[in-house]
């Protein structure tokens, strides 16, 4: 199963450094990770999508992370309602052509052409994972030059349902 | 040498030249050894170089005692076996690159269990960090993996705060080793006082163990309790390290419980205690690993659940609830199922359970078939009429020094049969290296250890092979005449490795026999130390007696028989039921 953790840190030199290598050390696969800056000085967000088999698992990456001692906070937050962001950038073949008709098709992921050349365009796409999944999909058969992602970044939204009664719904897959 | 060698305080200085020199700024390696003296550090083991020539410069100005061992991985298990026997963080001192990268197995041995070491490496100056300078190593991407923590001091005026916190983090919750990396133009910077930030107390808000348990799972691990039938308390070296063998003992009395221990538990409780049935695990005893599979309810306190402990996990206790008492919350359902988890401090947990009065399960008809089954299934072997036996040597070591003396060992075929034979009278007294299994750590903590307890009997029995990996500290034990007892099991083999090979591989002794040894006798001799070869019980009564109640050091060489093998036995994936040469044949 796939599942969303954020894990607060002090930005100490070398914090990057023992999140990851715990995470290889205890063999655990890694599908994205960001580290960025919050609104507090000295404390930066890092936000893994990692591969995890079951619940056992996911308990111990989660005591295992908040042992170290550079680590605030350890939150698993697949399960509540989140708002998770991606973006890529996606250099497409994209011929004079065709290019009205890509356009076109690309129009409802609302993309953003962020440079042009005479036959390639770069987009640039932001939105839950699934959505930029989706959209590589459909530009592929055009021919994807040079294709990058930033890796998922999240925040858990300010009104939850009830836990209750919601059914379990997974963002992810 | 530098400008500041003029700085070496003389004895015969004024008070009006003293407190020129009290006033004089001080430079990083002052600081941090002031800092280690409010730590309280009297003693380090270490091993000079250039990176650290600050340091031990300052050092030689100073009332700390320097223990200058043959080999940095000499000084960090010497730093080991000081900190089992105190239960007090030892500190190590290692240059930068070669000197720090000899430092990695003992880190790792500590980091597996759970020692508390403070380790201070030496790296190169800070503008050069990065470059490859001479002897640089990255000893934080190192020991990253094999440390609780790690610090690479950037600004001299951390220095204080850094040692503070580092004690700290060693010593407390799950305790473990902690680096810290000192370049050298900071250890030679000047400290000002004034942009030093030492809180009084040490707060890290990522770090919050947690000591005292949880009310209400106390409440559930009583009612549990009251109601096993078959109950047993598995004690591993959390009980040691919260110093709870007091607790432990009234606790397992009141309530009649039985007790099994892991091998780094060992001495947690008496070995003759009637509670006690003894060490379980792959060459545990048959009572013990049967008290495992047939109890209903598991007592785990501060125990791990290690590999060698639990054989097959699947099938380990099947008909048990278990009760988990760690202070790392990261151990409880880690290896094995926890029905009632409890993170805490085992002296807190036990004294929370030994408040509580309550309804004492029935154990006599359990504690009537455990006491017969260690009755029927003791430790055996079958005695030679030609050769002697480990076995034999190490009940001999038993009985001269009647369980009290302090006992280190190597890695290895010798290392189950002391675990299995020489039973501890006494908590903190008993130095082995478990979770690595790191040869050649036995005889440095021995001398670690003598250095802890300077008025205690120190008994390092270690194998042939393991005994060669650090024999060079031999000089320590002349220099310092540290009365340690070496007692070389030799069986002129990797005994343990040879022993895999018998069973699993049809006796191809692929590379585990060691036909040339040295001549151990006159190895300690070239140390300046006495030395006795032993081949039978006879020669080693009248010379184990003899060297063991000396005041010196003494090397013993004791030939014994090669083939033997320790017993009983869980093959590897084999549940701990599932025990070979149970019984003597
Ligand atoms: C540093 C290290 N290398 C290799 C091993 C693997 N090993 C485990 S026991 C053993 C044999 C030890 O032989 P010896 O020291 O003579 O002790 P014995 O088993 O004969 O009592 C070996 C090689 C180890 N534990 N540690």
């Known amino acids: 199963m796939k599942r969303v953790i954020t894990v607060n840190v002090i930005n100490q030199s070398g ?13 655990f696969n890694i599908e994205s990770i960001t580290v960025g800056h919050t609104e507090q000085p000295n404390i930066s967000k890092m936000t893994l999508v990692v591969n995890i088999e079951d619940d056992v698992k996911l308990e111990q990456l989660i005591k295992q992370l908040s042992k170290q001692i550079d680590v605030l906070k350890v939150n698993d937050i697949t399960d509540k309602a989140i708002v998770l962001r991606e973006l890529a950038l996606v250099k497409v073949v994209s011929p004079p052509n065709l ?19 005479k036959n390639v365009v770069t987009y640039q796409v932001i939105g839950h994972p699934d959505k930029i999944d989706a959209f590589i999909e459909l530009v592929r058969p055009y021919g994807i030059k040079e294709l990058t992602r930033t890796g998922v970044t999240a925040t858990v939204r300010e009104v939850q349902q009830n836990f209750y009664d919601q059914p379990t719904l997974s963002l992810l897959k | 040498m530098t400008a500041n060698a003029s700085t070496n305080a003389k004895i015969d200085a004024t008070p009006a030249e003293m407190q020129k020199i009290e006033n004089k700024p001080k430079n990083g390696a002052e600081i941090l050894i002031q800092a280690l003296q409010e730590q309280g550090v009297d003693i380090v083991f270490g091993y000079p170089g250039g990176a650290v020539l600050h340091l031990y410069d300052a050092m030689y100005k100073n009332p700390i005692r320097h223990i200058l061992t043959r080999h940095e991985q000499g000084a960090i298990h010497a730093a080991e076996g000081y900190a089992r026997v105190l239960n007090k963080p030892g500190v190590v001192i290692a240059t930068s690159g070669p000197g720090a990268t000899n430092l990695v197995t003992g880190i790792t041995d500590a980091m597996i269990d759970s020692i508390p070491l403070v380790i201070f490496t030496g790296q190169v100056a800070t503008n050069v960090i990065g470059s490859d300078a001479f002897q640089e190593a990255d000893i934080i991407g190192i020991t990253t993996p094999i440390t609780k923590h790690n610090y690479q001091v950037q600004d001299v005026n951390d220095i204080p705060r850094i040692v503070k916190e580092a004690f700290h983090i060693a010593n407390t919750g799950r305790k473990g080793p902690v680096l810290i990396d000192l370049p050298k133009n900071i250890s030679n910077a000047i400290f000002d006082e004034s942009k030093a930030n030492v809180p009084d ?12 348990p949880n009310y209400l799972q106390i409440q559930k691990a009583i009612q549990a309790i009251s109601e096993a039938k078959k109950p047993v308390v598995l004690v591993g070296a959390g009980v040691l390290f919260a110093n709870a063998s007091e607790e ?27 509670l006690n049935y003894g060490m379980g695990g792959m060459h545990g005893a048959v009572v013990a690993n049967n008290a495992i599979t047939e109890s209903d309810l598991i007592i785990n306190i501060g125990s791990r659940f290690d590999d060698r402990l639990t054989g097959d996990t699947s099938r380990f206790a099947p008909k048990a609830k278990i009760i988990h008492i760690d202070i790392d919350p990261a151990e409880i359902g880690k290896n094995i199922r926890t029905d009632i988890p409890i993170v805490a401090d085992a002296k807190e947990a036990l004294k929370s359970l030994l408040k509580n009065d309550f309804k004492a399960p029935d154990t006599a008809g359990w504690i009537d078939y455990l006491n017969n089954m260690r009755t029927e299934y003791p430790y055996w072997y079958v005695e030679d009429e030609k050769e002697m036996l480990p076995q034999q040597v190490i009940e001999m070591i038993h009985t001269i020094t009647n369980g009290d003396a302090i006992v280190t060992t190597d890695v290895g075929q010798h290392q189950m049969w002391t675990a299995q034979y020489y039973l501890q009278n006494h908590s903190h007294q008993w130095v082995t290296s478990g979770g690595l299994g790191t040869m050649g750590f036995g005889f440095p903590a021995a001398i670690g250890a ?8 120190v008994i390092s029995i270690v194998g042939d092979a393991g005994f060669q990996m650090t024999a060079q500290e031999l000089a320590l034990l002349k220099e310092f005449n540290l009365p340690v007892k070496v007692i070389i099991i030799n069986n002129a083999a990797l005994g343990m490795v040879r022993q895999w090979q018998e069973l699993f591989y049809e006796s191809r002794y692929s590379q585990s026999l060691m036909p040339v040894q040295p001549d151990f006798v006159k190895l300690a001799e070239a140390y300046g130390l006495k030395g006795y070869c032993i081949r039978n019980m006879d020669e080693a009564e009248k010379i184990l007696t ?31 039921h599932e025990m070979v040469g149970v019984k003597r044949i």
């Not at chain 1, 914090?15 to 063999?27: E, Y």
């Not at chain 2, 060297?547 to 701990?576: F, H, T, W």
């Open chain 2, 201 to 212: 107390e040490v707060y890290l808000p990522g770090y919050q163990p947690t000591y005292k």
């Open chain 1, 99 to 117: 290019r009205l008709e890509m356009n076109a098709i690309v129009e409802p992921f609302r993309p953003q052409i962020v440079d042009t050349s």
């Open chain 1, 15 to 27: 914090v990057l450094n023992r999140v990851t290598g715990l995470l290889m050390k205890r063999q």
């Open chain 2, 546 to 576: 003899e060297a063991i109640n000396s005041d010196e050091p003494v090397v013993v060489d004791c030939r014994v028989k090669q083939l033997e093998n320790v017993y009983p036995m869980v093959p590897s994936g084999k549940a701990l």
């Open chain 2, 450 to 457: 003598q250095f802890a307890k300077p008025d205690k009997k």
């Open chain 2, 248 to 274: 432990l003992v009234e606790f397992v009395e009141k309530y009649k419980l039985p007790v099994v221990t892991t091998l780094l538990g060992l001495g947690s409780i008496p070995g003759n205690h009637e």
